[in-house]
């Protein structure tokens, strides 16, 4: 089989793992999938193909932190039978949740709403 090289364009058939993610925070998320039969090893790969982690079989969860809140994440698990490919995942992608928001009434524009807020408090008082 083909070895997975980020950014090879090799191609593997996807294993049936269901890889999937789970309990999204700003900063947090679980990767889980179904056991690989053969597997020593599976490598999980970012997006940009970047190795981010690893875990040993027959482990098949993998708790990814250091997430930046408001950001799109892709990512997909290899399994390894020692430094041999097995098989690569499906591709999960999710966004991590952010912190309270709230929108500029006169713009819309939620990142100057503390502008807002100001002219309010100056107003108020």
Request: aromatic share 12%; proline share 6%; hydrophobic share 40%.
């Amino acid at each position: 089989k083909a070895a997975y090289s980020a950014g090879s364009g090799t191609t593997l058939t996807p294993l049936a793992v269901n890889l999937s993610n789970s309990d999204v925070t700003e900063t947090t998320a679980i990767l889980n999938w179904n056991p690989e039969p053969g597997a020593t090893l599976y490598r999980i790969y970012n997006g940009s193909g970047a190795l981010t982690g690893t875990v040993s079989a027959p482990t098949v969860i993998y708790l990814l932190t250091g997430l930046t809140p408001h950001t799109t994440y892709r990512y997909t698990v290899v399994a390894m039978d020692g430094a041999t490919v097995l098989a690569t995942s499906n591709i999960t992608e999710f966004t991590t949740l952010g912190g309270a928001r709230v929108p500029n009434p006169q713009t819309g524009d939620p990142s100057r709403w503390s502008e807002w807020f100001g002219a309010l408090w100056n107003w108020i008082f």
